[in-house]
């Protein structure tokens, strides 16, 4: 399997009067920055089987934007996304066969916290994603058993990618 590693754009400061944490949606600027961001990981990775997202404001529209740039259906929340748990992660991605390309887009600190397992890293030991970030690793047996680290790209990169 190939999964392809997203986190949301930027999106309203945590904290903002009258919208709760879990309803907050991407900013005008992080729209446009993702939608650059998505152009590049187009050219990068092939159009995924499938685009798993948390079902957050935040994550479902910057997966949309993802989905849109590959030319590909609306995403499928998957609440797995936003719980944190690794474990529920791992178990979501094993039921995809390993001939399969899988883009998640989610949160940190779970997202790094599942690329760290994943390249079989201590807890401590994590690549940060920066908002509208990704990676992409491939996995050769199940995901539980991880797998080896393809690339790491900030999204100024990938803005730069979505440029030319």
């Known amino acids: 399997m190939r999964l392809l590693i997203i986190r949301h754009a930027i999106a309203v400061r ?3 009067p009258g919208i709760p944490d ?3 949606p991407l900013t005008p600027k992080g729209e446009k920055r993702f939608r650059r961001c998505a152009r590049g990981l187009a050219r990068l990775v092939r ?3 499938q685009v798993l997202t948390s079902p957050l404001p935040r994550a479902a529209r910057t997966a949309e934007l993802a989905a849109k740039a590959w030319g590909r259906g609306k995403p499928k929340a998957d609440p797995a996304l936003v719980s944190g748990s690794i474990r529920q992660m791992l178990a979501m991605l094993a039921g995809w066969p390993k001939d399969s390309t899988i883009a998640i887009v989610g949160h940190e600190p779970d997202l790094s ?3 760290g ?3 079989g890293g201590a807890t401590s030991e994590r690549l940060t994603f920066r908002k509208g970030g990704a990676a992409l690793v491939e996995l050769p047996g199940t995901p539980a058993q991880g797998g080896r680290l393809v690339w ?3 999204p100024r ?3 730069t990618l979505g440029r030319s």
Do not use: Q, S, V, W
Request: net charge positive.
């Open 14 to 16: 945590r904290g903002t």
């Open 22 to 24: 879990d309803e907050r």
């Open 47 to 49: 159009r995924p089987d």
């Open 113 to 115: 916290a599942l690329l």
């Open 117 to 119: 397992h994943l390249l």
């Open 152 to 154: 790491y790209l900030r």
């Open 157 to 159: 990169i990938l803005r």
